[in-house]
């Protein structure tokens, strides 16, 4: 793919034979990342990208459901649909290891997948948006939950049409979302693991439901929301061995089945972790990778104490995720109405 002038084939249609595919064998009627362009019957379009992480395969399993669902329904608004890392995805991984992250490539940058971001940004320029999406996974246990950048009421009200649980986030601002919310209302959606039905279920509804919505509110809310901000990141310092379970022999213990706490609140007080051994092996930073450790947690005679109130996300049991990229994360509850005075009119 040649930097200043990347490929970006642009299809007409969804091929019928995904139907008989696996996202493992998605090069055979996409061989290349690409654009397909379907007509609806309003000129405003909804944009929609999947794959970007070629690991996360709910995406591809909505693209199924969408081919279905075209063979005998009208689109009520022009469907855009950006097929992302499908190198990645034929290998079953997040991305390749030559390859940057394709969730981390939309606000500038010197590679051929940066240049290809820009293509796709530049035809949405042209476009009529009414809406993004992004579908996405996560590796361990948490609800179905979709992510935002800007708490506008057009934001709130397209991502509560997939989840009433929300994380609200300005970093990093490589992310497509970021991209995305400076042009129209836009989600990243979080559907559970992996080829879990419910999920596929619920961002196939929230694609359907975004192209016949007529308007997007444009004061308030009119649901339940629990909408959550990421305080700090956990990681674990390399060298520490880790077990989920209590007789582990690991010299960093956690409880089993931890990913069953994300998005369950946490109160300060609450033992995280028994330590073994000399050391400080787990820390909390912030977006710009300052030190919060000692703002949530303490040392104590072997163990690891929360020490304030917190929600933790996202985190995972996969010994490899957290030594590559974290553990998990933390979040607070955002008060809407007393911190950002969006009304719900319930
Ligand atoms: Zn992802």
């Not at 940057?100 to 820009?118: C, K, V, Y």
Request: glycine letters at 6%.
């Amino acid at each position: 793919m040649d930097a200043l002038m990347p490929s970006l084939p642009v299809l007409k249609r969804i091929p019928d034979a995904i139907l008989r595919l696996s996202s493992q064998e998605v090069r055979q009627i996409f061989p290349e990342p690409c654009l397909i362009e379907l007509e609806g019957a309003s000129s405003e379009t909804v944009f929609l990208s999947v794959l970007l992480h070629g690991n996360e395969t709910t995406g591809f399993s909505v693209l199924q459901r969408l081919a279905r669902w075209l063979r005998d329904h009208r689109l009520p608004r022009n469907l855009l649909i950006f097929v992302g890392n499908v190198h990645a995805a034929e290998a079953g991984l997040r991305h390749l290891t030559d390859q940057p992250d394709f969730n981390r490539i939309w606000n500038g940058g010197s590679t051929p997948e940066h240049a290809l971001a820009q293509s796709v940004l530049t035809e949405l320029r042209t476009c009529d948006l009414f809406a993004a999406i992004d579908i996405h996974n996560n590796t361990g246990r948490n609800p179905l939950y979709g992510c935002i950048n800007s708490l506008a009421p057009q934001f709130l009200h397209l991502a509560a049409l997939f989840s009433p649980t929300l994380v609200y986030f300005r970093n990093p601002p490589s992310v497509i979302s970021m991209a995305l919310s400076k042009l129209c209302p836009a989600v990243t959606v979080e559907a559970g693991r992996p080829g879990e039905p419910a999920g596929i279920e619920r961002a196939f509804d929230v694609v359907h439901d975004t192209l016949h919505l007529s308007r997007f509110r444009t004061a308030g809310h009119d649901r339940e929301l629990t909408v959550y901000r990421t305080v700090g990141r956990m990681e674990i310092e390399p060298g520490w061995r880790i077990g989920f379970s209590p007789s582990s022999d690991a010299p960093l213990r956690f409880p089993a089945e931890m990913d069953s706490w994300n998005f369950s609140p946490k109160q300060a007080g609450m033992h995280w972790a028994d330590i073994a051994r000399a050391g400080r092996p787990l820390r909390v930073l912030d977006e710009q990778r300052r030190d919060l450790t000692d703002q949530f947690f303490t040392y104590e005679d072997g163990a690891l104490v929360l020490s304030r109130d917190a929600t933790p996300s996202m985190i995972t049991l996969e010994t490899a995720i957290i030594q590559d990229d974290c553990f998990g994360y933390l979040m607070e509850q955002i008060d809407l109405v007393s911190q950002h005075g969006i009304r719900a009119d319930i």
